[in-house]
Protein backbone atom coordinates (compact mmCIF):
# COMPACT_ATOMS: atom_id res chain seq x y z
CA UNK A 1 0.00 0.00 0.00
CA UNK A 2 2.66 2.44 0.58
CA UNK A 3 4.08 1.75 -2.81
CA UNK A 4 0.64 2.16 -4.13
CA UNK A 5 0.43 5.32 -2.21
CA UNK A 6 4.17 6.46 -3.56
CA UNK A 7 3.24 5.47 -7.00
CA UNK A 8 0.27 7.41 -6.98
CA UNK A 9 1.61 10.76 -5.72
CA UNK A 10 4.87 10.76 -8.34
CA UNK A 11 2.15 10.11 -11.39
CA UNK A 12 -0.57 12.18 -10.13
CA UNK A 13 1.40 15.58 -9.25
CA UNK A 14 4.11 14.60 -12.46
CA UNK A 15 1.31 14.52 -14.81
CA UNK A 16 -0.21 17.44 -13.39
CA UNK A 17 2.70 19.49 -13.81
CA UNK A 18 3.47 18.50 -16.95
CA UNK A 19 -0.11 18.78 -18.80
CA UNK A 20 -0.56 21.67 -16.82
CA UNK A 21 2.34 23.33 -19.02
CA UNK A 22 0.02 23.17 -21.90
CA UNK A 23 -3.07 23.89 -20.30
CA UNK A 24 -2.99 26.28 -17.38
CA UNK A 25 -6.56 24.91 -16.37
CA UNK A 26 -4.93 21.44 -15.12
CA UNK A 27 -3.48 23.19 -12.12
CA UNK A 28 -6.73 23.08 -10.51
CA UNK A 29 -6.79 19.29 -9.72
CA UNK A 30 -3.81 20.13 -7.29
CA UNK A 31 -6.40 21.66 -5.22
CA UNK A 32 -8.03 17.88 -4.40
CA UNK A 33 -4.94 15.67 -5.10
CA UNK A 34 -1.98 18.03 -2.83
CA UNK A 35 -4.37 17.36 0.41
CA UNK A 36 -3.97 13.87 -0.15
CA UNK A 37 -0.41 13.46 -1.06
CA UNK A 38 0.63 15.74 1.95
CA UNK A 39 -1.92 13.73 4.31
CA UNK A 40 -0.21 10.68 3.00
CA UNK A 41 3.43 12.27 3.54
CA UNK A 42 2.08 12.94 7.33
CA UNK A 43 1.28 9.33 8.06
CA UNK A 44 3.86 7.59 6.47
CA UNK A 45 6.32 10.02 9.13
CA UNK A 46 4.07 9.45 11.91
CA UNK A 47 4.62 6.42 14.35
CA UNK A 48 1.82 5.96 16.67
CA UNK A 49 0.06 4.16 14.25
CA UNK A 50 0.78 1.43 12.15
CA UNK A 51 -2.45 0.80 10.56
CA UNK A 52 -1.88 4.70 8.78
CA UNK A 53 1.50 4.51 9.00
CA UNK A 54 1.01 0.89 6.67
CA UNK A 55 -2.09 2.07 4.18
CA UNK A 56 -1.56 5.75 4.68
CA UNK A 57 -4.34 8.33 3.53
CA UNK A 58 -6.50 5.08 3.33
CA UNK A 59 -6.01 3.72 6.97
CA UNK A 60 -7.30 7.06 8.17
CA UNK A 61 -11.36 5.10 7.27
CA UNK A 62 -10.93 2.60 10.03
CA UNK A 63 -10.83 5.42 12.70
CA UNK A 64 -13.57 7.35 11.08
CA UNK A 65 -15.85 4.04 10.70
CA UNK A 66 -15.10 3.41 14.13
CA UNK A 67 -16.01 6.79 15.39
CA UNK A 68 -19.29 5.96 13.31
CA UNK A 69 -19.71 2.54 14.77
CA UNK A 70 -21.92 3.27 17.63
CA UNK A 71 -24.16 5.72 15.68
CA UNK A 72 -24.48 3.80 12.89
CA UNK A 73 -25.85 0.72 15.53
CA UNK A 74 -27.97 2.83 17.38
CA UNK A 75 -29.47 4.22 14.04
CA UNK A 76 -29.79 1.36 11.69
CA UNK A 77 -28.86 -2.11 13.55
CA UNK A 78 -29.81 -2.44 17.04
CA UNK A 79 -33.69 -3.19 17.62
CA UNK A 80 -36.14 -1.69 19.76
CA UNK A 81 -35.69 -3.46 22.83
CA UNK A 82 -31.66 -4.35 22.89
CA UNK A 83 -30.38 -0.89 22.67
CA UNK A 84 -27.81 -0.48 26.02
CA UNK A 85 -27.67 0.95 28.23
CA UNK A 86 -31.32 2.00 27.79
CA UNK A 87 -33.22 0.23 25.03
CA UNK A 88 -35.03 2.09 22.51
CA UNK A 89 -38.55 1.55 23.75
CA UNK A 90 -37.46 3.16 27.41
CA UNK A 91 -36.06 5.73 25.65
CA UNK A 92 -39.04 6.77 23.59
CA UNK A 93 -41.58 6.74 26.01
CA UNK A 94 -39.36 9.13 28.69
CA UNK A 95 -39.16 11.75 25.15
CA UNK A 96 -42.63 11.26 24.36
CA UNK A 97 -43.96 11.79 27.98
CA UNK A 98 -41.93 15.10 28.27
CA UNK A 99 -43.17 16.13 25.01
CA UNK A 100 -46.53 14.79 25.99
CA UNK A 101 -46.99 13.26 22.80
CA UNK A 102 -48.61 10.13 22.20
CA UNK A 103 -47.28 7.38 24.51
CA UNK A 104 -49.26 4.50 23.74
CA UNK A 105 -47.92 1.40 21.06
CA UNK A 106 -49.82 -0.78 18.77
CA UNK A 107 -49.50 -4.21 17.80
CA UNK A 108 -48.80 -5.65 21.07
CA UNK A 109 -45.63 -5.77 22.90
CA UNK A 110 -41.75 -6.21 21.06
CA UNK A 111 -40.50 -8.25 23.96
CA UNK A 112 -40.23 -12.30 23.90
CA UNK A 113 -42.20 -12.65 27.05
CA UNK A 114 -40.98 -16.47 27.13
CA UNK A 115 -37.81 -15.44 27.08
CA UNK A 116 -35.22 -15.76 30.30
CA UNK A 117 -35.74 -12.06 32.81
CA UNK A 118 -38.80 -11.25 31.12
CA UNK A 119 -40.75 -9.56 34.27
CA UNK A 120 -44.82 -8.42 34.63
CA UNK A 121 -47.05 -7.32 37.10
CA UNK A 122 -49.92 -9.32 38.21
CA UNK A 123 -53.23 -7.47 37.90
CA UNK A 124 -56.18 -7.72 40.04
CA UNK A 125 -59.82 -8.49 38.61
CA UNK A 126 -61.16 -5.55 40.70
CA UNK A 127 -58.96 -2.89 39.62
CA UNK A 128 -59.37 0.69 41.59
CA UNK A 129 -60.82 3.21 39.57
CA UNK A 130 -57.72 5.65 38.73
CA UNK A 131 -59.48 8.95 39.29
CA UNK A 132 -60.05 8.58 42.46
CA UNK A 133 -56.54 7.74 43.36
CA UNK A 134 -53.92 10.09 44.52
CA UNK A 135 -52.36 11.80 41.84
CA UNK A 136 -49.62 12.98 43.50
CA UNK A 137 -48.86 10.57 46.74
CA UNK A 138 -45.86 12.17 49.00
CA UNK A 139 -43.54 10.28 51.35
CA UNK A 140 -42.41 12.12 54.95
CA UNK A 141 -39.01 12.11 55.36
CA UNK A 142 -37.82 12.51 58.84
CA UNK A 143 -37.20 10.12 62.07
CA UNK A 144 -37.27 10.26 65.78
CA UNK A 145 -34.32 13.04 65.72
CA UNK A 146 -35.14 15.46 62.71
CA UNK A 147 -37.07 18.60 63.24
CA UNK A 148 -37.62 19.40 60.17
CA UNK A 149 -39.07 16.64 57.94
CA UNK A 150 -39.71 16.90 54.01
CA UNK A 151 -42.38 15.56 52.21
CA UNK A 152 -41.07 14.49 49.34
CA UNK A 153 -42.29 12.90 45.72
CA UNK A 154 -41.51 9.44 45.24
CA UNK A 155 -39.85 10.00 41.82
CA UNK A 156 -37.12 12.87 41.91
CA UNK A 157 -33.72 13.89 40.38
CA UNK A 158 -30.85 11.56 41.12
CA UNK A 159 -27.57 13.10 41.89
CA UNK A 160 -25.37 15.39 39.07
CA UNK A 161 -22.77 17.55 39.94
CA UNK A 162 -22.72 21.01 38.04
CA UNK A 163 -19.63 20.65 36.08
CA UNK A 164 -20.81 17.43 35.13
CA UNK A 165 -23.45 18.47 34.19
CA UNK A 166 -23.98 22.23 31.81
CA UNK A 167 -25.26 25.20 33.64
CA UNK A 168 -28.59 25.18 31.78
CA UNK A 169 -28.83 21.48 32.46
CA UNK A 170 -28.57 21.94 36.04
CA UNK A 171 -30.41 24.91 36.21
CA UNK A 172 -33.68 23.17 33.66
CA UNK A 173 -33.62 20.16 35.79
CA UNK A 174 -34.06 22.17 38.99
CA UNK A 175 -36.93 24.07 37.02
CA UNK A 176 -38.62 21.28 36.64
CA UNK A 177 -38.61 19.97 40.46
CA UNK A 178 -40.19 23.28 41.03
CA UNK A 179 -43.14 22.90 38.64
CA UNK A 180 -43.75 19.08 39.51
CA UNK A 181 -43.08 19.72 43.20
CA UNK A 182 -40.30 17.35 43.87
CA UNK A 183 -36.50 17.22 44.52
CA UNK A 184 -33.28 17.46 43.01
CA UNK A 185 -29.83 16.03 44.25
CA UNK A 186 -26.93 18.66 43.69
CA UNK A 187 -24.87 15.30 43.02
CA UNK A 188 -21.00 15.89 45.09
CA UNK A 189 -20.01 18.72 43.02
CA UNK A 190 -21.84 21.66 45.80
CA UNK A 191 -23.95 24.11 45.38
CA UNK A 192 -23.79 26.28 42.60
CA UNK A 193 -26.08 28.91 41.86
CA UNK A 194 -27.70 27.13 38.89
CA UNK A 195 -29.09 24.96 41.76
CA UNK A 196 -30.53 27.70 43.29
CA UNK A 197 -31.79 29.99 40.81
CA UNK A 198 -35.15 28.37 39.60
CA UNK A 199 -36.00 27.82 42.97
CA UNK A 200 -36.40 23.61 43.35
CA UNK A 201 -36.60 21.66 46.29
CA UNK A 202 -32.87 20.64 47.26
CA UNK A 203 -31.29 17.28 48.65
CA UNK A 204 -27.11 18.45 49.30
CA UNK A 205 -25.31 15.72 48.62
CA UNK A 206 -21.92 15.34 50.60
CA UNK A 207 -19.12 13.42 49.20
CA UNK A 208 -15.25 12.65 50.18
CA UNK A 209 -14.60 15.73 48.99
CA UNK A 210 -16.58 17.28 51.37
CA UNK A 211 -17.18 20.05 48.01
CA UNK A 212 -18.39 23.44 49.58
CA UNK A 213 -17.95 23.09 53.21
CA UNK A 214 -14.48 21.87 53.30
CA UNK A 215 -11.47 23.61 54.78
CA UNK A 216 -7.87 24.45 52.73
CA UNK A 217 -6.66 21.35 53.92
CA UNK A 218 -9.77 19.18 52.21
CA UNK A 219 -11.40 18.27 55.93
CA UNK A 220 -15.03 18.54 57.13
CA UNK A 221 -15.94 22.29 57.58
CA UNK A 222 -18.66 22.57 60.41
CA UNK A 223 -19.32 26.61 59.95
CA UNK A 224 -19.21 26.22 56.07
CA UNK A 225 -21.72 23.13 56.15
CA UNK A 226 -23.87 25.27 58.73
CA UNK A 227 -24.04 28.10 56.79
CA UNK A 228 -25.04 26.24 53.37
CA UNK A 229 -27.57 23.83 55.28
CA UNK A 230 -29.00 26.41 56.43
CA UNK A 231 -30.24 27.90 52.44
CA UNK A 232 -34.60 27.55 53.14
CA UNK A 233 -33.59 25.22 49.22
CA UNK A 234 -32.07 22.62 50.90
CA UNK A 235 -34.69 20.28 52.50
CA UNK A 236 -32.48 17.35 52.99
CA UNK A 237 -28.68 16.32 53.21
CA UNK A 238 -27.51 13.03 51.57
CA UNK A 239 -23.82 11.74 52.73
CA UNK A 240 -22.23 10.12 49.80
CA UNK A 241 -20.23 6.51 50.92
CA UNK A 242 -20.21 5.43 47.25
CA UNK A 243 -21.97 5.49 44.13
CA UNK A 244 -23.32 2.55 41.91
CA UNK A 245 -20.98 3.58 38.64
CA UNK A 246 -17.84 3.81 40.58
CA UNK A 247 -18.08 2.25 44.17
CA UNK A 248 -14.74 2.27 46.19
CA UNK A 249 -13.17 4.95 43.63
CA UNK A 250 -12.77 8.14 44.00
CA UNK A 251 -12.47 11.31 42.01
CA UNK A 252 -10.00 13.42 39.93
CA UNK A 253 -11.12 17.06 38.75
CA UNK A 254 -8.48 18.20 36.56
CA UNK A 255 -6.83 21.25 36.57
CA UNK A 256 -8.28 22.47 33.34
CA UNK A 257 -11.53 21.65 34.65
CA UNK A 258 -11.51 23.54 37.57
CA UNK A 259 -12.31 27.13 36.55
CA UNK A 260 -12.44 30.15 39.19
CA UNK A 261 -16.42 29.34 39.03
CA UNK A 262 -16.08 25.94 40.01
CA UNK A 263 -13.68 26.54 42.46
CA UNK A 264 -15.71 28.94 44.52
CA UNK A 265 -18.76 26.31 44.39
CA UNK A 266 -16.18 23.60 45.88
CA UNK A 267 -14.62 25.87 47.95
CA UNK A 268 -11.02 24.89 46.46
CA UNK A 269 -7.88 26.66 44.83
CA UNK A 270 -8.66 27.32 40.85
CA UNK A 271 -6.64 25.82 38.18
CA UNK A 272 -5.55 22.83 40.46
CA UNK A 273 -5.72 19.16 40.03
CA UNK A 274 -8.07 18.28 42.94
CA UNK A 275 -8.67 14.73 44.44
CA UNK A 276 -11.38 13.13 46.56
CA UNK A 277 -10.26 10.16 48.45
CA UNK A 278 -11.78 6.96 48.21
CA UNK A 279 -12.96 7.23 51.42
CA UNK A 280 -14.12 9.74 54.13
CA UNK A 281 -11.88 11.42 56.60
CA UNK A 282 -14.41 12.71 59.22
CA UNK A 283 -14.85 8.98 60.36
CA UNK A 284 -13.41 5.87 60.29
CA UNK A 285 -15.72 3.20 61.66
CA UNK A 286 -19.44 2.20 61.73
CA UNK A 287 -20.02 4.16 65.45
CA UNK A 288 -18.23 7.53 64.10
CA UNK A 289 -20.34 7.92 61.04
CA UNK A 290 -23.46 7.26 63.29
CA UNK A 291 -22.07 10.21 65.38
CA UNK A 292 -20.97 12.41 62.07
CA UNK A 293 -24.57 11.67 60.97
CA UNK A 294 -25.88 13.26 64.05
CA UNK A 295 -23.14 16.33 63.91
CA UNK A 296 -24.85 16.84 59.89
CA UNK A 297 -28.43 16.75 61.27
CA UNK A 298 -27.47 18.99 64.68
CA UNK A 299 -25.59 21.61 62.25
CA UNK A 300 -28.30 21.68 59.47
CA UNK A 301 -31.14 22.25 62.74
CA UNK A 302 -32.53 19.06 62.05
CA UNK A 303 -33.12 18.44 58.52
CA UNK A 304 -33.53 14.83 57.55
CA UNK A 305 -29.78 13.61 56.88
CA UNK A 306 -29.39 9.96 55.07
CA UNK A 307 -26.84 8.15 53.46
CA UNK A 308 -26.37 6.92 49.92
CA UNK A 309 -24.55 4.04 49.50
CA UNK A 310 -23.45 0.72 46.96
CA UNK A 311 -23.62 -2.33 48.49
CA UNK A 312 -20.41 -3.90 48.54
CA UNK A 313 -19.43 -6.15 51.80
CA UNK A 314 -22.60 -7.05 53.17
CA UNK A 315 -20.83 -7.39 56.76
CA UNK A 316 -20.02 -3.62 56.50
CA UNK A 317 -23.49 -2.71 56.30
CA UNK A 318 -24.39 -5.18 59.20
CA UNK A 319 -22.12 -3.01 60.77
CA UNK A 320 -23.62 -0.07 60.07
CA UNK A 321 -26.99 -1.58 61.40
CA UNK A 322 -25.47 -2.16 64.88
CA UNK A 323 -23.91 0.75 65.49
CA UNK A 324 -27.48 3.02 65.05
CA UNK A 325 -28.77 0.17 67.62
CA UNK A 326 -25.93 0.92 70.09
CA UNK A 327 -25.99 4.43 69.34
CA UNK A 328 -29.72 5.30 69.52
CA UNK A 329 -28.81 7.30 65.85
CA UNK A 330 -30.71 6.41 62.64
CA UNK A 331 -30.50 8.55 59.34
CA UNK A 332 -33.39 9.71 58.00
CA UNK A 333 -32.81 7.79 54.61
CA UNK A 334 -30.77 5.65 52.89
CA UNK A 335 -30.64 5.79 49.19
CA UNK A 336 -29.26 2.51 47.67
CA UNK A 337 -27.33 2.81 44.20
CA UNK A 338 -27.13 -0.34 41.55
CA UNK A 339 -23.85 -1.22 40.69
CA UNK A 340 -25.63 -0.96 36.92
CA UNK A 341 -23.74 2.93 37.03
CA UNK A 342 -25.08 5.88 36.58
CA UNK A 343 -24.49 9.43 34.64
CA UNK A 344 -20.58 9.36 36.76
CA UNK A 345 -17.62 8.55 34.20
CA UNK A 346 -15.88 5.94 35.74
CA UNK A 347 -13.16 2.97 35.24
CA UNK A 348 -14.66 0.22 32.74
CA UNK A 349 -13.79 -2.03 35.29
CA UNK A 350 -15.63 -0.49 38.11
CA UNK A 351 -18.87 0.00 35.97
CA UNK A 352 -18.97 -3.44 34.44
CA UNK A 353 -17.51 -5.43 37.89
CA UNK A 354 -17.89 -3.66 41.06
CA UNK A 355 -20.62 -3.07 43.52
CA UNK A 356 -24.73 -4.78 43.50
CA UNK A 357 -27.10 -4.75 41.22
CA UNK A 358 -30.29 -2.12 42.15
CA UNK A 359 -32.52 -5.08 43.01
CA UNK A 360 -30.14 -6.72 44.96
CA UNK A 361 -28.70 -3.91 46.84
CA UNK A 362 -32.71 -2.41 47.68
CA UNK A 363 -33.41 -6.18 49.13
CA UNK A 364 -30.78 -6.84 50.95
CA UNK A 365 -30.84 -3.31 52.54
CA UNK A 366 -34.93 -3.58 53.33
CA UNK A 367 -34.45 -6.74 54.69
CA UNK A 368 -31.61 -6.08 56.87
CA UNK A 369 -33.44 -2.90 58.42
CA UNK A 370 -36.36 -5.33 58.66
CA UNK A 371 -34.35 -7.93 60.53
CA UNK A 372 -32.83 -5.61 63.29
CA UNK A 373 -36.39 -4.25 63.43
CA UNK A 374 -34.84 -0.86 62.83
CA UNK A 375 -36.60 -0.38 59.13
CA UNK A 376 -39.32 1.84 60.70
CA UNK A 377 -36.52 4.78 61.49
CA UNK A 378 -35.91 5.77 58.10
CA UNK A 379 -36.87 6.02 54.41
CA UNK A 380 -35.82 4.06 51.55
CA UNK A 381 -34.46 5.58 48.12
CA UNK A 382 -34.07 3.46 44.72
CA UNK A 383 -31.48 4.75 42.50
CA UNK A 384 -30.31 2.91 38.96
CA UNK A 385 -32.42 2.73 36.31
CA UNK A 386 -35.41 4.01 37.28
CA UNK A 387 -37.27 4.83 33.77
CA UNK A 388 -40.76 4.14 33.72
CA UNK A 389 -44.10 3.90 36.30
CA UNK A 390 -43.10 -0.29 36.51
CA UNK A 391 -39.65 0.21 37.67
CA UNK A 392 -41.25 2.70 40.80
CA UNK A 393 -43.18 0.01 41.60
CA UNK A 394 -40.56 -3.33 41.17
CA UNK A 395 -38.30 -0.69 43.22
CA UNK A 396 -41.22 -0.37 46.09
CA UNK A 397 -41.99 -3.93 45.63
CA UNK A 398 -38.13 -4.66 46.90
CA UNK A 399 -38.82 -2.11 49.37
CA UNK A 400 -37.96 1.63 48.64
CA UNK A 401 -40.12 4.16 49.56
CA UNK A 402 -39.14 6.48 46.57
CA UNK A 403 -37.17 6.36 43.93
CA UNK A 404 -34.32 8.97 42.46
CA UNK A 405 -33.32 8.59 38.59
CA UNK A 406 -30.68 10.29 36.40
CA UNK A 407 -30.56 9.09 32.82
CA UNK A 408 -34.10 9.85 32.54
CA UNK A 409 -34.15 13.01 33.50
CA UNK A 410 -31.40 13.75 31.56
CA UNK A 411 -33.37 12.34 28.48
CA UNK A 412 -35.74 14.47 29.38
CA UNK A 413 -33.56 17.55 29.05
CA UNK A 414 -32.81 15.95 25.27
CA UNK A 415 -30.17 13.70 26.23
CA UNK A 416 -30.06 11.25 23.23
CA UNK A 417 -27.57 8.77 24.67
CA UNK A 418 -24.63 9.70 22.24
CA UNK A 419 -22.05 8.28 25.09
CA UNK A 420 -19.71 10.80 25.05
CA UNK A 421 -20.53 12.45 28.69
CA UNK A 422 -17.22 11.91 29.85
CA UNK A 423 -15.46 14.19 26.71
CA UNK A 424 -16.85 17.62 27.54
CA UNK A 425 -18.41 16.89 23.49
CA UNK A 426 -22.00 15.90 24.88
CA UNK A 427 -24.22 16.82 21.41
CA UNK A 428 -27.07 18.35 23.05
CA UNK A 429 -25.92 20.52 25.79
CA UNK A 430 -26.50 18.21 28.70
CA UNK A 431 -23.36 17.11 29.73
CA UNK A 432 -20.65 19.41 29.04
CA UNK A 433 -19.13 22.61 29.87
CA UNK A 434 -19.37 23.94 26.19
CA UNK A 435 -20.92 27.34 26.07
CA UNK A 436 -21.61 27.24 22.57
CA UNK A 437 -22.86 23.47 22.59
CA UNK A 438 -24.75 23.79 25.94
CA UNK A 439 -26.61 27.83 24.75
CA UNK A 440 -28.73 24.89 22.55
CA UNK A 441 -30.22 23.94 25.84
CA UNK A 442 -33.20 26.08 26.16
CA UNK A 443 -33.66 26.37 29.85
CA UNK A 444 -37.74 27.46 29.70
CA UNK A 445 -38.30 24.58 27.25
CA UNK A 446 -36.50 21.61 28.83
CA UNK A 447 -37.40 22.79 32.62
CA UNK A 448 -41.35 21.76 31.30
CA UNK A 449 -40.46 18.79 29.54
CA UNK A 450 -38.82 17.15 32.61
CA UNK A 451 -41.74 18.40 34.75
CA UNK A 452 -43.95 16.70 32.16
CA UNK A 453 -41.83 13.13 32.33
CA UNK A 454 -42.49 13.46 35.96
CA UNK A 455 -46.01 13.48 36.63
CA UNK A 456 -46.85 11.39 33.01
CA UNK A 457 -44.63 9.01 35.28
CA UNK A 458 -45.88 9.31 38.46
CA UNK A 459 -49.54 8.58 37.47
CA UNK A 460 -48.56 5.37 35.10
CA UNK A 461 -47.06 3.88 38.67
CA UNK A 462 -50.47 4.94 40.12
CA UNK A 463 -52.30 3.27 37.27
CA UNK A 464 -50.15 0.29 37.73
CA UNK A 465 -51.23 -0.12 41.12
CA UNK A 466 -54.79 0.76 40.61
CA UNK A 467 -54.86 -2.11 38.06
CA UNK A 468 -53.26 -4.63 40.75
CA UNK A 469 -56.20 -3.28 43.29
CA UNK A 470 -54.20 -1.11 45.16
CA UNK A 471 -54.86 2.27 46.60
CA UNK A 472 -51.31 3.22 46.69
CA UNK A 473 -48.23 2.29 45.09
CA UNK A 474 -46.40 1.69 48.53
CA UNK A 475 -49.00 -1.40 49.25
CA UNK A 476 -47.43 -3.33 46.08
CA UNK A 477 -45.47 -6.43 47.58
CA UNK A 478 -43.07 -8.95 45.80
CA UNK A 479 -45.78 -11.40 45.25
CA UNK A 480 -46.75 -8.77 42.39
CA UNK A 481 -44.06 -8.98 40.59
CA UNK A 482 -43.15 -12.33 38.74
CA UNK A 483 -40.30 -13.27 36.84
CA UNK A 484 -39.73 -15.92 34.14
CA UNK A 485 -36.37 -17.66 35.24
CA UNK A 486 -36.76 -20.60 32.76
CA UNK A 487 -38.69 -21.38 29.84
CA UNK A 488 -41.23 -22.99 31.48
CA UNK A 489 -40.93 -21.63 35.53
CA UNK A 490 -42.46 -18.46 36.65
CA UNK A 491 -41.27 -17.18 39.95
CA UNK A 492 -42.84 -13.84 42.04
CA UNK A 493 -40.29 -11.93 43.30
CA UNK A 494 -41.15 -13.35 46.95
CA UNK A 495 -39.25 -16.59 46.10
CA UNK A 496 -36.26 -14.91 44.16
CA UNK A 497 -35.83 -12.28 47.18
CA UNK A 498 -37.95 -14.21 50.45
CA UNK A 499 -39.45 -11.57 52.84
CA UNK A 500 -37.60 -11.32 56.59
CA UNK A 501 -39.34 -11.66 59.09
CA UNK A 502 -39.26 -8.31 61.53
CA UNK A 503 -36.08 -8.75 64.23
CA UNK A 504 -35.08 -12.44 62.53
CA UNK A 505 -31.34 -11.15 63.26
CA UNK A 506 -32.02 -10.45 66.56
CA UNK A 507 -33.61 -13.17 68.26
CA UNK A 508 -31.19 -15.51 66.54
CA UNK A 509 -33.54 -17.44 64.08
CA UNK A 510 -31.11 -17.16 61.00
CA UNK A 511 -28.79 -19.60 59.32
CA UNK A 512 -25.88 -20.83 61.45
CA UNK A 513 -23.42 -19.09 59.42
CA UNK A 514 -25.12 -15.98 59.18
CA UNK A 515 -25.11 -16.02 62.83
CA UNK A 516 -21.69 -16.70 63.06
CA UNK A 517 -20.45 -13.96 61.12
CA UNK A 518 -22.95 -11.79 63.29
CA UNK A 519 -20.93 -12.80 66.33
CA UNK A 520 -17.50 -11.54 64.28
CA UNK A 521 -19.23 -7.50 63.29
CA UNK A 522 -17.75 -5.17 65.19
CA UNK A 523 -18.92 -1.22 65.17
CA UNK A 524 -15.41 0.31 66.19
CA UNK A 525 -14.10 -0.95 63.13
CA UNK A 526 -14.25 -1.67 59.44
CA UNK A 527 -13.33 -5.12 59.77
Given at each position: ?317 YAICKAMIETDIYPDFITVDGG ?188
Amino acid sequence: MVKAFIGFSCVSLGAIIVLGLFFPWVFWLLIPVLPIVIMGILDLLQTKHAIIRNYPVVGRARYWMEALRPKIYQYFVESDIDGSPINRVDRSTIYQRAKRELDSQPFGTQFNVYAEGYEWMAHSIQPQNFDNLEKDPRVIFGGKDCKQPYSGSILNVSAMSYGSLSNNAVQALNGGAKIGNFAHNTGEGGISEAHLKQGGDIIWQIGTGYFGCRDDDGNFSDSLFAEKSALPAIKMIELKISQGAKPGHGGILPAAKNTPEIAAIRHVKPHTTVFSPPYHKAFNSPREMMLFIQRLRDLSKGKPVGFKLCIGQQREFYAICKAMIETDIYPDFITVDGGEGGTGAAPPEFSNSVGMPLMDGLSFVHDTLTGFNIRHHMKIIASGKILTGYHILRAMALGADTCNSARAMMMALGCIQALVCNTNKCPTGVATQDKWLSTGLVIDDKKHRVANYHRDTIESAIELAGAAGLKDPHEVTRRHISRRVFMNQVKTFEDIYPSVAAGALLNGLMPEHLKKEMETVKIDTWN
